[in-house]
C-alpha cells in the first residue's frame, strides 16, 4: 500500500514542481530576447523610451531569474529523492545535459551580472548592448540541454542495458535523440511568444489603467511584433511536433485525438467527449486533417490504439490537454495578427479597448498553453517514465512519508509565488515610469516622441 501511495505522492510533487517552474523557467528563457530586442531599436533609433524598457523588465527579470533558481534545484533534488531506481540507471546517461545546463545558467548568471551594474559605463554606442547576447545565448542553451533530458526519456538511446546495468554510455547520441529537434524548437519559440505576449499583457493594462503615451505604444508594438513572429514559430514547431509523434510515440497522438482505429483519411477531432463504450459524441470532425498534420499527406494511414497494447494506452483525457494547448495558441496568433494590421490599417485603432483586453487575456492564456503543454507531453507518456525500458511505478520511491515531502514544498512554492508577487508590484509601483522619465531626462517631457 505504501509503495503504491509513495508512486502517486511522487507523481503528485513532481507535477507541482514542474507546474510551478515551467512558468519561471518560459520566462527566463524568453525575455532576455526581448530586453535584447528592446535596447537594440533604443541605440539603433537614438531613442531613450525603448533602452528605458530594457532596464525595467531587466529589474523583474532578475527576481524572476532568482526564483527560478530555487525551482530548478528542487526539480534536481527531487530527480534523486523522488526517483531514485530512474536516476540509478538514466542519471548515467543525463549527467552530461544536467551538467550543462548548470554551466549555461552560469554562463548566463555572469554576463547577466555584469549587463546590470554597467549601464551607462560605455563611450560605445553598442558595447552595453553586447552584454546581452550571452545572457540571450545562455538562456536559450539552459533550455536547450534541459529540454534534451525530457526529449531522452520519450525516445531514449546512447546506452546499453543489461538487466539494470548500464554497460556502455554515449551522451552525446542520447541527446540528439530522435526527440530533440522538435521538443527544442517549441520549447524555444513557445518561450519567446509567451515571454512576448505577458510583457505586452502588462503594457496593455497599463495603457487601459493610465491612459496612452508614446512609451506605451512604443513598448506594445515591439513585444507584439515578437508575439506575432514566435506565435507562428510555434505554430510551426506544433506542426513538427505532431509529426514526430506520428513516427515515433504513436500512442500518444491517437491518445491524444481519440484515434481509436488505424485507418487512412483520419479525422481530426475536436473537443466532444467520450462514454463509457468510447464512443466520442460532441466532437468537432475535421475530415482528413490528422492524416495530413502527421504525415504531410490527406490519405495517409495514422495508427490508431487499436495497434496499441491495453496496458500501455496513456489516459485518454489528454486529448482536452491537446485542445486547449492549440486552441489557446491559436488565439494568440488572432491577436497579435489583429494588431499588426490595425497598425497599418488607419481606419482602425489597435489601441481601442476591446483589443487591448484581448491582450492582456493572452498573457495567461499563453501561459496555460504552456502547461497544458507540458501536462500533455508528460501524461501522454504514462506508463513509461523511460519509454520502452522502465515504468512510472518501477523508478518511484517506495518509502511511506514522501506527504511530507510534498506539504514542505507546496508551503515553499506558496511562500515563494506570494513573494514574486509582492516585490515585482512593489518594485514597478514604487518606480513608476513617469518619475523614472523625469530623473533620467529632467529637461524632456514624458509624453513626446523622442526622435
Not at 177 to 188: E, G, I
Request: proline share 4%; glycine share 8%.
Amino acid at each position: 500500500m505504501f509503495a503504491y501511495d509513495s508512486v502517486i505522492l511522487a507523481r503528485m510533487l513532481t507535477s507541482m514542481t514542474l507546474v510551478f517552474h515551467i512558468i519561471f523557467a518560459t520566462i527566463g528563457a524568453g525575455v532576455p530576447l526581448l530586453i535584447c530586442a528592446a535596447e537594440y531599436v533604443g541605440i539603433r533609433k537614438r531613442d531613450p523610451k525603448y533602452v528605458l524598457l530594457a532596464r525595467r523588465w531587466t529589474r523583474g527579470y532578475v527576481i524572476i531569474v532568482a526564483v527560478g533558481v530555487v525551482t530548478g534545484t528542487a526539480i534536481g533534488l527531487q530527480l534523486f529523492l523522488l526517483w531514485p531506481t530512474f536516476m540509478q540507471i538514466a542519471g548515467h546517461v543525463i549527467g552530461l545535459p544536467l551538467f550543462m545546463e548548470t554551466f549555461a545558467f552560469f554562463f548566463e548568471a555572469i554576463f547577466l551580472g555584469a549587463y546590470i551594474y554597467t549601464w551607462d559605463r560605455f563611450k560605445g554606442r553598442y558595447t552595453h548592448w553586447y552584454l546581452s547576447l550571452p545572457v540571450v545565448i545562455g538562456g536559450g542553451m539552459s533550455a536547450v540541454f534541459i529540454t534534451t533530458v525530457n526529449a531522452f526519456m520519450n525516445t531514449p538511446q546512447g546506452f546499453t542495458l543489461d538487466g539494470r546495468t548500464i554497460t556502455s554510455v554515449d551522451p552525446i547520441m542520447a541527446m540528439l535523440n530522435p526527440a530533440t529537434p522538435s521538443k527544442v524548437f517549441h520549447v524555444l519559440t513557445s518561450s519567446y511568444m509567451t515571454s512576448g505576449a505577458i510583457l505586452a499583457a502588462i503594457t496593455a493594462f497599463f495603457i487601459l489603467k493610465y491612459g496612452n503615451n508614446t512609451y506605451y505604444k512604443k513598448a506594445l508594438k515591439l513585444t507584439m511584433i515578437i508575439t506575432l513572429i514566435f506565435s507562428i514559430f510555434t505554430a510551426i514547431a506544433g506542426d513538427t511536433s505532431a509529426k514526430f509523434l506520428a513516427n515515433y510515440q504513436p500512442e500518444k497522438l491517437a491518445a491524444a485525438e481519440w484515434h481509436f482505429k488505424t485507418e487512412k483519411g483520419a479525422d481530426l477531432i475536436l473537443f466532444g467527449r467520450l462514454t463509457e463504450d468510447n464512443e466520442i459524441q460532441g466532437a468537432i470532425h475535421l475530415p482528413k486533417l490528422l492524416s495530413f498534420l502527421s504525415f504531410g499527406d490527406f490519405n495517409s494511414e495514422v495508427t490508431g490504439l487499436d495497434k496499441v497494447d491495453a496496458d500501455l494506452i496513456p489516459p485518454l483525457w489528454i486529448h482536452y490537454m491537446f485542445d486547449l494547448m492549440v486552441i489557446f495558441g491559436a488565439f494568440g496568433i488572432l491577436i497579435s495578427m489583429l494588431f499588426i494590421v490595425f497598425m497599418f490599417w488607419k481606419k482602425r485603432d489597435q489601441y481601442n479597448k476591446w483589443l487591448l483586453r484581448a491582450i492582456v487575456v493572452n498573457a495567461p492564456l499563453a501561459m496555460l498553453a504552456i502547461e497544458f503543454g507540458w501536462i500533455f507531453a508528460e501524461v501522454g507518456r504514462q506508463p513509461w517514465i523511460l519509454r520502452g525500458y522502465m515504468r512510472v511505478a518501477e523508478g518511484a520511491i517506495s518509502s511511506p512519508y514522501v506527504h511530507y515531502v510534498f506539504a514542505a514544498f507546496l508551503i515553499l512554492y506558496v511562500l515563494l509565488g506570494t513573494f514574486v508577487t509582492l516585490v515585482l508590484v512593489r518594485l514597478y509601483k514604487k518606480n513608476p515610469i513617469q518619475k523614472e522619465w523625469e530623473m533620467r531626462f529632467p529637461d524632456t517631457l514624458f509624453g513626446g516622441d523622442q526622435k
